[in-house]
């Protein structure tokens, strides 16, 4: 067995998945951590639509703390941040910029970036839309975590100046969503947010298969689906 890290991790939301996907990932990845004797510190932006709706204030398999500003974050933590193997930032992070901005000041072992959001932050990057990371900061992660693969790996280090590109896909536990002994009903299906990126690919794979297999059952489930779509 390794040696166990010292992991600092500073997402969008840890304690409430209400519109919040990276939640999921976040409580897979970190217990999947935890079982393998690594200690994680989450820290979490303190705002009132996810105070309101949390579902796991008090995760047993890491310490979650929240913050009320980057200043107080910085100043409270500074000596885990430093001490910690690695720190990493996710994607959607409130103010991402200036908490990446601030992190590089500080003298840290590791500083990573995890983007569970990688074709929509790429495509607002090119649009000049740098809402939670400037391109300009790209080059500073050790590693940049990403979970979208293949090309795009590529992609990041030649074109956006990564230092290294690797994949981490996104993932749930096991415990929690396994297969059940409910009767299947669905040939195929699909659940996530709609996202025009997303389209070409859920059309590809699922759309015009069940066009072509009438009599087979298939979902699409989701929110923020036009009411106009034609699947």
Partial sequence: MTRSLQLVFIGLSLSSSWGNGHATTFRALIRGLNENGHKVLFLERDVPWYANNRDLAEPDFCELAYYEDLDEMVTRYAKRLRAADAVVVGSYVF?????IDRLATIALQRLCFYDIDTPV???KLDRGDEEYLARRQIA???AYFSFSGGE?????????????AI?????VDPDRYGKTDDPT???MGYLGTYSADRQPTLEQLLLEPAR???DRRFVVAGPQYP????C
Wanted: hydrophobic residues 40%.
């Fill in 95 to 99: 103010q991402g910029i200036d908490v």
């Fill in 121 to 123: 932050t790429l495509s």
């Fill in 140 to 142: 500073v992660f050790q």
């Fill in 152 to 164: 795009v790996l590529k992609e990041l280090e030649t074109r956006y100046g990564a230092q290294r």
């Fill in 167 to 171: 994949a981490l896909y996104c993932s």
């Fill in 185 to 187: 009903i669905w040939e």
């Fill in 212 to 214: 072509q297999l009438p």
């Fill in 227 to 230: 009411d106009d779509i034609d």
